[in-house]
């Protein structure tokens, strides 16, 4: 499948590749631990360090291009609102 050739660092060219790492899930997770975490004051900032971290590491190791990494970011913030406006 092309997901296992992906994960085994074979080349499946920029297209393939692109598709296959849209929207980032790693950035939606950090962006999660962010949103569920901030409001306990003690592990805030642990919380957005862990989650600045997975971002740049995504991007950094080339597992993800920026395209992916600002996809996630928007998703993750529309959904929250979306959610908080639905369950006020």
Same mark, same amino acid.
């Given at each position: 499948?092309?997901? =296992?050739?992906?994960?085994?660092? %074979?080349?499946? &060219? ?11 899930? =790693? ?13 306990? %004051? ?10 600045? &971290? ?5 991007l950094?190791? &080339? ?16 959904t ?9």
């Amino acid at each position: 499948s092309q997901f =296992h050739h992906y994960h085994q660092h %074979k080349s499946l &060219g920029r297209i393939l590749i692109g598709h296959i790492s849209m929207p980032s899930f =790693h950035t939606i997770a950090a962006m999660l631990v962010v949103f569920t975490l901030w409001e306990i %004051k003690q592990i805030r900032y642990y919380a957005l360090f862990y989650s600045v &971290g997975l971002i740049a590491s995504a991007l950094l190791v &080339g597992g993800h291009f920026s395209l992916d990494i600002v996809t996630g970011i928007i998703l993750s913030i529309l959904t929250r609102i979306i959610v908080i406006r639905l369950y006020r």
